[in-house]
């Protein structure tokens, strides 16, 4: 059974950073496509960044050039660094591994607070 544990989120000013960890364990991890969603209070989950087993990176329009996804298979764990954060960048935060659309996994989410 595959696990996703996240951490290092909590509370930060506008303008701070933040990094989130997420440790998998139950399956292999380097061939895994990974991602971090985030869902603000009545909103929809949506994409923030995703990162290939090769390595190849997507991210959301919003935070382009100011979060950067990475990964170190050695640890299984996935990354995201949160620079220059602003308070729309409020919400919980998922991580997930992708391994097929049947088999789809999602962590317990962490939340991320900006203060203004």
């Known amino acids: 059974q595959v696990q996703l544990v996240e951490s290092g989120g909590g509370l930060v000013q506008a303008g701070g950073s933040l990094r989130l960890s997420c440790a998998q364990s139950?399956?292999?991890?380097?061939?895994?496509?990974m991602g971090w969603y985030r869902q603000a209070p009545g909103k929809q989950r949506e994409l923030v960044a995703q990162i290939t087993s090769r390595g190849i990176t997507n991210y959301a329009d919003s935070v382009k050039g100011r979060f950067t996804i990475s990964r170190d298979n050695a640890k299984n764990t996935v990354y995201l660094q949160m620079n220059s954060l602003k308070p729309e960048d409020t919400a919980v935060y998922y991580c997930?591994?992708?391994?097929?659309?049947?088999?789809?996994?999602w962590g317990q989410g962490t939340q991320v607070t900006v203060s203004s």
């Open positions: 997930n591994a992708f391994y097929s659309a049947l088999s789809n996994y």
């Open positions: 139950g399956s292999i991890f380097s061939g895994v496509a």
